[in-house]
Every structure is written in structure tokens, then in C-alpha cells.
Nanobody, 126 residues
Framework: QVQLVESGGGLVQAGGSLRLSCSAS????????MGWFRQAPGKEREFVVA???????TYYADSMKGRITISRDNANTMYLQMNSLKPEDTAIYYC????????????????????WGQGTQVTVSS
């Protein structure tokens, strides 16, 4: 089992920045990839970005590419730096982790992930 805890969400004005964190604990040694998804009110969950456990590979969705940076440290924490935020970025952001191995596009799908955090709310005001 892997436990994931997100933090760093909040209210920010359009054009502002936020950094989300996801702390992983438990059986993390078999984790291959961690990712961020988001879900806006009334919409389906959407892939944002993912990173391999080694940090050597990253996978970005087009929706926020160019405005976000994903990273992780050696203490099992993953970060999502979000800049130039827009009101349409308002959503609950979820951290996810997986033991599975697949091609890059595979990690864009929610079914690729075995573990999920509770989510952190990001609200961008206009």
C-alpha cells in the first residue's frame, strides 16, 4: 500500500502561482510513476502531468503545458509548480501513484494508477 497526501492548494488570483506537494509513504519502493490529475465541478477527471519515480521521464498534458513544472525529491515528495494560473484551472487536484509499467501515453489515463490522494482544492479568481 502507498499513502498519498496532497498539500499546497488554495485561493489565488488569475496570473498567480501555486506549488502543490504530494507526500508518499508506505511501500513506495515499487512505485514506477506518480502523477497529478484534476477534476473541475461538473467535469470528468483530467490528466495534468506525471513523472517517473527516478525523475528521468515526465509526461505532460497539453492543457497546462508551458505553465507547470513537475519534480520530485529524494524524500518521496512530488511537486507541481503552477504559474500563470487561469480561472479555468480551478479544480480539485489529485496525486496518484502506480506500480505499473507502460508507454508514456499510458500514464495519461486514470486506470494506470493504483493509489490516489484525497485531493487539494485550487481556486483561481478572475
Amino acid at each position: 500500500q502507498v499513502q498519498l497526501v496532497e498539500s499546497g492548494g488554495g485561493l489565488v488570483q488569475a496570473g498567480g502561482s501555486l506549488r502543490l506537494s504530494c507526500s508518499a509513504s508506505g511501500r513506495t519502493f515499487s512505485t514506477t510513476t506518480m502523477g497529478w490529475f484534476r477534476q473541475a465541478p461538473g467535469k470528468e477527471r483530467e490528466f495534468v502531468v506525471a513523472i517517473s519515480w527516478s525523475g528521468g521521464s515526465t509526461y505532460y498534458a497539453d492543457s497546462m503545458k508551458g505553465r507547470i513544472t513537475i519534480s520530485r525529491d529524494n524524500a518521496n515528495t512530488m511537486y507541481l509548480q503552477m504559474n500563470s494560473l487561469k480561472p479555468e484551472d480551478t479544480a480539485i487536484y489529485y496525486c496518484a501513484a502506480t506500480y505499473r509499467v507502460g508507454s508514456g501515453r499510458y500514464y495519461h489515463t486514470g486506470v494506470a494508477y493504483d493509489y490516489w490522494g484525497q485531493g487539494t482544492q485550487v481556486t483561481v479568481s478572475s
